[in-house]
């Protein structure tokens, strides 16, 4: 019984120490953003080709302090639910390959590469259905209820 009860102690520490770790990232990654956008208020009144990159980086940040936001709700809802709750996890997912399809297919992208982009758009193509049927089973599940 000590060795399940040390056993809980390290989980309980371990997800101190995870949401911890992700809200310094998240408010790392808030400063980003909020510098992304000085850049961008400066870049106003420059040329169209660095006021796009500043449109860029500043949305490319937006969309990272928004995955940490994602993952901290997921971590709170595992805590209080004491159970993998699969579409949160998948909001995660479908968040970080939205981001990166924003990042990897903008224009101002120099290494653009065909298969990767495919690969992508593929990618976040099977989250998005997986998504799609979990969500309709668990309406499903609610209505035999």
Do not use: C, W
């Not at 000590?2 to 809200?23: N, Q």
Request: hydrophobic residues 60%; glycine residues 2%.
């Amino acid at each position: 019984m000590d060795l399940l009860r040390l056993l809980r102690k390290g989980e309980h520490i371990t997800y101190v120490v995870v949401l911890f770790l992700t809200a310094l990232l998240l408010v790392l990654s808030l400063y980003l953003a909020l510098s992304r956008l000085a850049e961008l208020y400066a870049a106003v009144s420059a040329h169209r080709d660095v006021l796009a990159q500043a449109i860029y980086n500043a949305l490319s940040d937006i969309f990272l302090v928004i995955v940490f936001i994602e993952l901290i709700d997921t971590f709170i809802t595992y805590i209080e639910q004491k159970r993998i709750v699969v579409y949160k996890i998948i909001d995660v997912a479908l968040v970080a390959l939205a981001r990166e399809l924003f990042i990897y297919l903008a224009p101002v992208n120099k290494e653009f590469q065909f298969d990767k982009a495919i690969a992508i758009v593929a990618a976040t193509f099977v989250v998005g259905l997986v998504d799609y049927l979990q969500r309709r089973a668990l309406r499903t599940e609610a209505r035999r209820r």
